[in-house]
């Protein structure tokens, strides 16, 4: 999508949430909803058009580890990670465990391509039992994320049992999701991922809308790509 297309108003804004909640209900999928909902609210009313869409990766749990053990993916698998792809923005929710973020969550990131979140704005939310796990979600879904080159929202949030239902929890979300707006609204994701998309190592032929994918669109004249072919 160009920068022409997206400032087009009629153009909606995907935003995209990824749960590893598996409880039912799941409290990190209700946590994820709320900060989405903010969002979508804040974006109306500045007068952008929004999609929402959610990829629950419990019912995905199988065809995650047969991807990550064989390489192989499945039908719904592939649809999951389009709709990281097409996503303009991801609120990303995950349950910890002992002191740990999800390992179906991380198992999903691990399928995906380096590629994928490049200058994407994320949310980052957690979810535990006990306030002993508040640092997680900053200590391990950050540099995750970092890694992946996406563009975190300032504040993160971390709900404990305990937190359900106080005004703080509530004004936390609020503050989220401004920033996630805010993002959103200024464009810098795709003002990153569009002038500055070539001055990143690519895996070749990955799922990313600007990946190389075939051999006319790599630039061999790259000092990795010289090194690759021989060169010095």
């Given at each position: 999508?160009?920068?022409?297309?997206?400032?087009?108003?009629?153009?909606?804004?995907?935003?995209?949430?990824?749960?590893?909640?598996?409880?039912?209900?799941?409290?990190?999928?209700?946590?994820?909803?709320?900060?989405?909902?903010?969002?979508?609210?804040?974006?109306?009313?500045?007068?952008?058009?929004?999609?929402?869409?959610?990829?629950?990766?419990?019912?995905?749990?199988?065809?995650?580890?047969?991807?990550?053990?064989?390489?192989?993916?499945?039908?719904e698998l592939t649809a999951a990670i389009d709709g990281v792809v097409v996503a303009d923005a991801l609120i990303a929710a995950t349950p910890v465990y002992k002191a740990g973020i999800s390992g179906l969550f991380k198992s999903f990131v691990d399928v995906l391509d380096d590629d994928l979140m490049?200058?994407?704005?994320?949310?980052?939310?957690?979810?535990?039992?006990?306030?002993?796990?508040?640092?997680?979600?900053?200590?391990?879904?950050?540099?995750?994320?970092?890694?992946?080159?996406?563009?975190?929202?300032?504040?993160?949030?971390?709900?404990?049992?305990?937190?359900?239902?106080?005004?703080?929890?509530?004004?936390?979300?609020?503050?989220?999701?401004?920033?996630?707006?805010?993002?959103?609204?200024?464009?810098?994701?795709?003002?990153?991922?569009?002038?500055?998309?070539?001055?990143?190592?690519?895996?070749?032929?990955?799922?990313?809308?600007?990946?190389?994918?075939?051999?006319?669109?790599?630039?061999?004249?790259?000092?990795?790509?010289?090194?690759?072919?021989?060169?010095?």
């Amino acid at each position: 999508m160009s920068m022409q297309e997206w400032q087009q108003p009629q153009d909606p804004v995907r935003i995209t949430v990824i749960s590893a909640g598996v409880s039912d209900p799941s409290s990190t999928r209700l946590l994820a909803d709320r900060v989405a909902q903010k969002t979508i609210d804040g974006l109306r009313k500045a007068g952008v058009p929004t999609i929402l869409s959610a990829i629950d990766l419990a019912p995905l749990a199988i065809d995650i580890a047969r991807a990550v053990v064989a390489g192989i993916r499945s039908r719904e698998l592939t649809a999951a990670i389009d709709g990281v792809v097409v996503a303009d923005a991801l609120i990303a929710a995950t349950p910890v465990y002992k002191a740990g973020i999800s390992g179906l969550f991380k198992s999903f990131v691990d399928v995906l391509d380096d590629d994928l979140m490049v200058a994407k704005p994320v949310a980052l939310a957690a979810t535990a039992g006990t306030p002993r796990h508040a640092m997680v979600v900053d200590e391990q879904l950050r540099p995750l994320f970092a890694f992946l080159r996406a563009i975190p929202a300032p504040t993160s949030i971390f709900v404990s049992t305990e937190d359900w239902g106080t005004s703080a929890l509530g004004q936390r979300i609020e503050r989220v999701a401004a920033e996630l707006t805010a993002l959103v609204r200024s464009g810098v994701g795709r003002t990153i991922a569009d002038n500055a998309w070539r001055l990143y190592q690519h895996q070749f032929a990955g799922a990313a809308t600007r990946s190389d994918q075939i051999t006319s669109d790599v630039d061999f004249d790259r000092d990795l790509m010289r090194l690759a072919a021989g060169g010095t």
